[in-house]
């Protein structure tokens, strides 16, 4: 299934959805990039400690945001160029129920098993 084997109302659907999602995740890196510049002061080893784990917390938060921020990205841009909801691996079609789910999946349900369990093997030397 790709963006022609979408009815442009789904093809409509997941695109404003994507979207949505991307507008959200652009205001919370405002936010958060707002409130850093508030410059917390640190005044003894406890704080430092707290802040230290936030610091940490804030950045896992951040990367992940930016991750998802370029998977929607790229599920954008396969709509633009008519491959939206074609596995990148194999080619067949992710099925609109995994789209519904996930709008941006770039494989189908079976090479991402695949390709997980690819990660999830030990590198060998």
């Known amino acids: 299934m790709t963006t022609l084997d979408l009815n442009p109302q789904e ?5 404003q959805r994507l979207r949505a999602r991307y507008e959200v995740l652009t205001q ?4 958060r990039t ?5 410059g917390t002061e640190v005044h003894d080893m406890k704080d430092e400690a ?22 929607i990205e790229q599920a954008l841009a396969r709509m633009h160029v008519q491959t939206y909801g074609a596995c990148v691996d194999c080619g067949g079609a992710i ?5 519904q789910a996930y709008p941006t999946a770039k494989r ?13 093997r030990p590198v060998s030397h």
């Not at 093809?11 to 695109?15: E, G, Q, R, V, Y």
């Not at 707002?34 to 508030?38: F, N, P, T």
């Not at 707290?50 to 370029?70: F, G, I, P």
């Open 11 to 15: 093809a409509a659907k997941l695109s």
């Open 28 to 31: 919370r890196s405002a936010l």
């Open 34 to 38: 707002a409130d850093a510049m508030d």
């Open 50 to 71: 707290s802040a230290a784990a936030l610091d940490e917390v804030q950045a896992a938060d951040r990367q992940r945001d930016e991750t998802e921020m370029a998977d």
């Open 95 to 99: 099925g609109l129920k995994r789209l």
């Open 108 to 120: 189908c349900r079976d090479c991402q098993e695949t390709h997980e369990q690819a990660a999830r």
